[in-house]
């Protein structure tokens, strides 16, 4: 069993910066494949970013590409989403999770360990 606890979520103005973590406890993150999901209002639940157990390889939503940065620190069983030049339309819930898959699955169906969510608002 794997927990997952966001944190570093909150209200930012357009343009500005923030710094999503999601620390992981009970057993190690180095085996599994890592993501960010977000969901906004009244919308289904989407995929933003993963990133391989080495930390090697990493994919993007088209949306957050060259904003979003996707990290982590195996030591630490932290995952890491730094996300430059905010806007409004990135205001969601965000949530990690973890997959035992390899490649980059972007489904909500393809992850088995999910975190309680941390609120990201963008004001305009």
């Known amino acids: 069993q794997v927990q997952l606890v966001e944190s570093g979520g909150g209200l930012v103005q357009a343009g500005g910066s923030l710094r999503l973590s999601c620390g992981a406890s009970a057993r190690t993150i180095s085996s599994y494949t890592m993501g960010w999901f977000r969901q906004a209002p009244g919308k289904e639940r989407e995929f933003v970013a993963a990133?391989?157990?080495?930390?090697?390889?990493?994919y993007y939503a088209d949306s957050v590409k060259g904003r979003f940065t996707i990290s982590r620190d195996n030591a630490k069983n932290t995952v890491y989403l730094p996300m430059n030049s905010l806007k409004p339309a990135d205001t969601a819930v965000y949530y990690c999770?973890?997959?035992?898959?390899?490649?980059?699955?972007?489904?909500?169906?393809?992850?088995?360990?999910w975190g309680q969510g941390t609120q990201v608002t963008v004001s305009s």
């Open positions: 999770a973890a997959t035992g898959r390899y490649g980059f699955p972007r489904n909500r169906e393809e992850y088995d360990y």
């Open positions: 990133i391989s157990r080495s930390g090697g390889s990493t």
